[in-house]
């Protein structure tokens, strides 16, 4: 957060994600599935890939020290 790195989403822990691959290892069919339910009652399965929200990740809100810096040093190059 300090240094103006995106910060992870919360979702689903380390250890779970550590675990599937353990027990896919073992030959056992594991997957993720989320249910979405659409407006006229119906359901559809989707199978969800942890793997794949490691990008999914957001900004921070407030300014990091890199940023503020950064206006510094640009006030300085402009006095």
């Known amino acids: 957060i300090v240094k103006g790195k995106a910060i992870p989403r919360p979702g689903t822990p380390e250890s779970f994600k550590v675990l599937m691959r353990e027990l896919q290892s073992l030959c056992l069919d594991i997957a993720v599935h989320k ?7 119906s359901s559809r399965d989707t199978e969800v890939d942890l793997m794949a929200d490691v990008n999914n990740r ?9 940023s503020i810096s950064r206006d510094m040093d640009l006030e300085e190059v402009e006095e």
Do not use: A, I, M
């Open 58 to 66: 957001r900004t921070p809100s407030r300014p990091t020290y890199e």
């Open 35 to 41: 249910l979405d339910t659409n407006e006229d009652g």
